[in-house]
T-cell receptor
Framework: DQQVKQNSPSLSVQEGRISILNCDYT??????FLWYKKYPAEGPTFLISISSIKDKNEDGRFTVFLNKSAKHLSLHIVPSQPGDSAVYFC???????????FGGGTRLMVKP | ETGVTQTPRHLVMGMTNKKSLKCEQH?????MYWYKQSAKKPLELMFV???????ENNSVPSRFSPECPNSSHLFLHLHTLQPEDSALYLC?????????????FGEGSRLTVL
């Protein structure tokens, strides 16, 4: 059973609008969360992370929100740009002894 | 070269072949990983090496055999694979194992088993 789930396999957004990518997790031991971005024919690259002691972390156009009670996190991209079109993976890890667990990814398409 | 480099980028092999995937990192990291990405599945961790020592083997079949001769190089030896092993194999590195979770990935080796 997947411990990290991204229920939307794809998302299409108009350039300039907000993109919201969602991720749910089941393991209450997870306390650190990351988002990775992957372009075709390239490996995933780290985008942004958040610790469970925070509920928000912002880096430029990218903001990650964490709702621990709901075991839910989201990545907001605003404004969205065509270059943001990629597959976005959510990942989670717990204290020492837990491995980084990835979600299945969401393909974001930003239309010009 | 910088970052994490994987060779070959594409590999086609028969079920009786023996081949190897190579990964090299130029980041001075101490942990290296092999991940498998199959179609419509999450990234699956296969092996972890920390300071050249294998710390995780995520129930991977013995037809996959990792080798880490030093902190900069990681190999995945393949033998008698099955068609369902066809996937993208990603190598990654990090400063240390399980400290921040921030991994640096290579571009992957696309494996097709006939």
């Amino acid at each position: 059973d997947q411990q990290v789930k991204q229920n939307s396999p794809s998302l299409s957004v108009q350039e300039g609008r907000i993109s919201i990518l969602n991720c749910d997790y089941t393991n209450s031991m997870f306390d650190y969360f990351l988002w990775y971005k992957k372009y075709p024919a390239e490996g995933p690259t780290f985008l942004i992370s958040i610790s469970s002691i925070k509920d928000k972390n912002e880096d430029g156009r990218f903001t990650v929100f964490l709702n621990k009670s709901a075991k839910h996190l989201s990545l907001h991209i605003v404004p969205s740009q065509p270059g943001d079109s990629a597959v976005y993976f959510c990942a989670a890890m717990g204290s020492a002894g837990n491995m980084l667990t990835f979600g299945g990814g969401t393909r974001l398409m930003v239309k010009p | 070269e910088t970052g994490v480099t994987q060779t070959p980028r594409h590999l086609v092999m028969g079920m009786t072949n023996k081949k190897s995937l190579k990964c090299e990192q130029h980041l001075g990291h101490n942990a290296m990983y092999w991940y498998k990405q199959s179609a419509k599945k999450p990234l699956e961790l296969m092996f972890v090496y920390n300071f050249k020592e294998q710390t995780e083997n995520n129930s991977v079949p013995s037809r996959f055999s990792p080798e880490c001769p030093n902190s900069s190089h990681l190999f995945l030896h393949l033998h008698t694979l099955q068609p369902e092993d066809s996937a993208l194999y990603l190598c990654a590195s990090s400063q240390e194992w399980q400290i921040t979770g921030e991994l640096f990935f290579g571009e992957g080796s696309r494996l097709t088993v006939l």
